[in-house]
């Protein structure tokens, strides 16, 4: 028997209704993993860092480029040399914060837990999108507000966490665009990586793999509108940039005159598979360089780059052998959770490593699984391994070490979400797996 007009109406009515009730549940979960992101961002900055302490290593360095735009002096060192050692991207920020709050570390430290616990937050819609199971993109959320390494790099004052969260939204966006094509999602996460690459230009060794992301998602002609709105948004960004570098040093730098020494550090006679640093004890070919990885004074930033690259060049070319032997120690220091390299974890507390060791495995172990439980679906995924082959590739040329993984910690938490979910799917009991998270 058909049913009557009065239940067919009623069934009109409900749908909407259940929707809403999902979409209400939704939010408050999304509104609970944000509050806990900045609950123990909060609470570490606070107990363990303090929130006015004086920035340290690379954020010495992005706090004085910060006050020196804030002062009209533009990107100036401390001895009032111009730069292009560092891109503009996080200085500005930095600069836009202390203008409207006032130039304190504590604001500084206050983005940063904002920024990390919306980034958790963006994980819910990225592993949606990508996966097509909510309870990954709840579980990659959950572990995006823990992780430890993401909060410890929250009491820093460096570019990794804006970089993060404007690498993780521009996923976001694309991987809707990939399902959903859309008119204005492609010149926006174009934009937002447009920023990225003055925030953080290693996004420069993830924009291949993105740009084969779309060919092998989309159709020809979207994924060309995509790779063309992605290099208009970056030229938006790069060619003022570089005009102002030919302006200031007679030639023509697109992004950083950074390339050499980070090449240096991870390629010479005493490298290991971090990131030496130009010392008496280190550098070994002519006067030690006056101004520490910005090279000598003397010679220029540009000039000093090349100075870098041209040794470290030569030696790899005279030592084929010992450079690849080194390109293992790198991805080992770059998987590695307590590589912090040089002076990068002055607030870290003392762990043994063998009490890191066995839970790092466990997670690597279950982002391994979800990548292997969810092999046929690698062309959807491809935006996440973007990201793991771009941190990879540029360890290999250049050094690891942990603070360098940050760039593919969503990909990871994303990835053991979906190996946990399956297990859990598997092997939990009945009863246990009702009361989890929802599925659909």
């Not at 996080?90 to 920024?115: D, E, K, Q």
């Not at 090349?306 to 010992?322: D, I, K, L, S, Y």
């Not at 092999?375 to 491809?382: D, G, P």
Request: one cysteine or more; a positive charge.
């Amino acid at each position: 028997m058909p049913p009557s007009n009065e239940s067919a109406s009623a069934q009109t009515v409900a749908a909407p209704r259940a929707w809403l009730r999902r979409e209400q549940r939704t939010l408050l979960l999304l509104l609970g993993i944000l509050l806990l992101g900045l609950f123990v961002r909060g609470i570490y900055v606070g107990a363990i860092v303090k929130f006015n302490s004086a920035p340290s290593y690379d954020g010495i360095f992005f706090n004085q480029l910060a006050l020196s735009l804030l002062q009209g002096n533009g990107m100036t060192t401390a001895d009032n040399l111009p730069t292009a050692f560092r891109t503009p991207g996080y200085p500005f920020f930095l600069a836009s914060l202390y203008a409207l709050f006032g130039p304190s570390a504590t604001v500084a430290r206050g983005a940063n837990i904002v920024l990390g616990a919306l980034t958790a937050v963006l994980l819910f819609p990225l592993g949606v999108e990508l996966f097509r199971r909510r309870r990954i993109g709840w579980l990659g959320a959950l572990f995006g507000a823990l992780y430890p390494i993401l909060i410890y790099i929250t009491g820093e004052i460096y570019s990794e966490i804006l970089a993060i969260f404007l690498a993780t939204l521009a996923l976001v966006l694309y991987a809707a665009e990939l399902r959903r094509p859309s008119r204005w999602r492609p010149p926006l996460a174009g934009l937002i990586l447009g920023i990225e690459l003055m925030v953080r230009p290693n996004i420069v060794f993830a924009l291949p793999f993105i740009v084969l992301w779309f060919f092998l998602c989309a159709t020809r002609s979207h994924a060309l509108q995509l790779a063309a709105w992605l290099a208009v948004m970056l030229a938006l960004f790069s060619v003022p940039w570089s005009i102002r570098n030919y302006a200031v040093f007679g030639e023509f730098i697109p992004l950083t005159t950074q390339a050499g020494v980070k090449i240096w550090q991870g390629n010479n006679a005493l490298a290991d598979g971090s990131g030496l640093e130009p010392t008496p004890e280190t550098w070994r070919d002519g006067p030690v360089p006056d101004r520490f990885f910005m090279g000598w004074k003397a010679l220029g930033e540009p000039e000093s780059s090349r100075r870098f690259m041209n040794v470290a060049v030569t030696w790899m070319q005279t030592h084929p052998v010992e450079t690849a032997m080194l390109v293992p120690q790198k991805i080992l220091r770059l998987w590695s959770p307590m590589s912090f390299t040089t002076r990068s974890s002055r607030q870290l507390p003392p762990i043994p490593f063998e009490i890191l060791l066995m839970p790092w495995l466990i997670f690597l172990g279950t982002a391994l699984w979800g990548m292997i439980v969810y092999r046929r679906q690698w062309r959807r995924l491809f935006g996440l391994y973007a990201l793991l082959l771009a941190v990879n590739l540029e360890a290999a040329l250049t050094f690891g070490g942990t603070r360098y993984a940050l760039p593919m910690t969503p990909a990871l938490l994303l990835l053991s979400a979906a190996g946990i979910d399956w297990l859990w799917e598997r092997m939990a009991p009945q009863r246990w797996r009702r009361a989890a998270l929802p599925t659909a």
